[in-house]
Nanobody
Framework: QVQLVESGGGLVQPGGSLRLSCATS????????MGWYRQAPGKQRELVAR???????NYADSVKGRFTISRDNAKNTMYLQMNSLKPEDTAVYYC???????????????WGRGTQVTVSS
C-alpha cells in the first residue's frame, strides 16, 4: 500500500514562512511526477508546484518567487518551502504522486490527506 503523508502546516502571520513535507512509503516501482496542490474553501483544487515526468519543475504563477519545491530521494520525502506567505495562500495543501506500484500495475495518481495552512494576523 502506497501512502503519502503531509506535515508542516499551521498558522502563520502574513510574510511568514512554512515548510511542508510529504513522506512516501510503500512499494513503488516508479514515480513519474510528484507535486503539491491546494484547495481553499469554496474553490477547486489547484496546482501549486510539481516535478514533471521530465524532471522539470512547474509553479503556479501566484507562488513563483515565493515557494520552492524540492525532494530528498534518500528520505523518500518531498518538500515545499513557502516564504512571504499571504492570506490568499490559506488552503489545505495536498501531496500528489503519479506512480506505478509494480512493473505490471497501472499508473495512477495517489493523494495524501492534506495539511492545513492558515495565513492570518
Amino acid at each position: 500500500q502506497v501512502q503519502l503523508v503531509e506535515s508542516g502546516g499551521g498558522l502563520v502571520q502574513p510574510g511568514g514562512s512554512l515548510r511542508l513535507s510529504c513522506a512516501t512509503s510503500g512499494s513503488i516501482f516508479n514515480i513519474y511526477a510528484m507535486g503539491w496542490y491546494r484547495q481553499a474553501p469554496g474553490k477547486q483544487r489547484e496546482l501549486v508546484a510539481r516535478f514533471t515526468s521530465g524532471g522539470m519543475t512547474n509553479y503556479a504563477d501566484s507562488v513563483k518567487g515565493r515557494f520552492t519545491i524540492s525532494r530528498d530521494n534518500a528520505k523518500n520525502t518531498m518538500y515545499l518551502q513557502m516564504n512571504s506567505l499571504k492570506p490568499e495562500d490559506t488552503a489545505v495543501y495536498y501531496c500528489n504522486a503519479d506512480l506505478r506500484r509494480t512493473v505490471g500495475s497501472p499508473r495512477r495518481d495517489y493523494w495524501g490527506r492534506g495539511t492545513q495552512v492558515t495565513v492570518s494576523s
